[in-house]
């Protein structure tokens, strides 16, 4: 197939890229720059040029494809109304083009904010629905698609998608780490991530777009449940730092916006999505690639 990705030079992206040329695809990516530009030439992929904000691009990008993986989100955390909106109009504007035509669909969203009290199943709705909704309701929007003629797709990611040069949630508390000159936990470490390697993450989104029916909601989920404490003690024998657990009350101003997310439990199951597509994780656990060095060095982000 001719699969045209959006945020295929980020950290998804990129192992994205690779394993879909890997299985015989073909690739054309969105590039922001001439530097993202011959990234993409560098990987084998074609790069169209334009960002979210230039609709028309969007639109060229995806008539030209048989299927469209659509992982590029702007993250501006001073503007999220603006970024939800911008993410809206991007997703309107490839569906517009592609109605009718049953290609693949697939959009990215994390598993925060599915539900609360219990891991996400892939039968859970998401509550982000319309113009206004975090991410714009995209997840909901394409999977509305299935009524237009598109086969629209979700993939929902771990809060934790890591490997050597992640610059995601594990390296923000990993830099802050360092900087402190602790790792810390909130009270008693007791709230819960689900992680996944990406290139496990990336070889789901191959799979989906090649056999995932429409409507499937998949969970990038290698394993369910790591509790804070654990990151936090991985990443202080792999920094040599002491490990200290914070008070709530004090959590804001040790961790910085990470606060939110380190006290938040953010879990989800993938059985559903195993059994439909056959994905089996096989790359490091978290906890063993942060004792392997993944996270000593730092990152440009």
């Known amino acids: 197939m001719r699969v045209f990705v959006t ?30 530009a011959d990234r993409l030439r560098t990987a ?75 891991a996400a199943v892939e039968s859970d709705p998401s509550p982000a629905i319309g113009p206004g909704a975090d991410r714009g309701g995209s997840e909901n929007l394409v999977l509305d698609a299935a009524h237009d003629g598109v086969r629209g797709m979700a993939i929902r990611f771990a809060p934790s998608v890591h490997g050597h040069g992640d610059w995601g949630f594990v390296r923000f508390l990993a830099d802050i780490a360092v900087e402190r000159g602790v790792s810390g936990y909130i009270d008693e470490g007791t709230t819960l991530w689900s992680a996944v390697h990406r290139h496990d993450a990336a070889r789901l989104i191959r799979l989906g777009i090649e056999i995932a029916p429409s409507g499937a909601r998949l969970h990038a989920v290698a394993e369910q449940e790591i509790s804070t404490r654990a990151i936090a003690e991985a990443l202080g024998s792999a920094l040599d730092v002491p490990i200290v657990s914070i008070a709530g009350d004090d959590a804001d101003q040790h961790f910085g916006f990470m606060a939110e997310f380190f006290g938040s439990s953010m879990t989800g ?18 906890i063993d690639d942060i004792r392997s060095g993944a996270y000593s060095g730092r990152v440009d982000r």
């Open 44 to 118: 084998g992929a074609a790069a169209l040029p334009g960002d979210l904000d230039d609709l028309e691009s969007l639109r060229r990008g995806a008539v030209g494809a048989d299927a469209i993986i659509h992982l590029a989100n702007k993250h501006d955390w001073a503007d999220p109304g603006g970024t939800d909106r911008a993410e809206r109009a991007a997703v309107e504007s490839m569906l517009e083009v592609v109605s009718g035509t049953d290609k693949a669909f697939l959009v990215a969203n994390g598993l925060s904010g599915l539900v609360v009290g219990r």
């Open 7 to 36: 945020g295929a030079t980020g950290w998804i992206g990129t192992a994205t890229v690779h394993e879909l040329i890997s299985a015989g695809h073909d690739v054309v990516g969105l590039a922001r720059s001439d530097s993202s």
């Open 269 to 286: 199951t993938s059985a559903t999505t195993r059994s439909l597509t056959g994905w089996e994780p096989t790359q490091p656990r978290l």
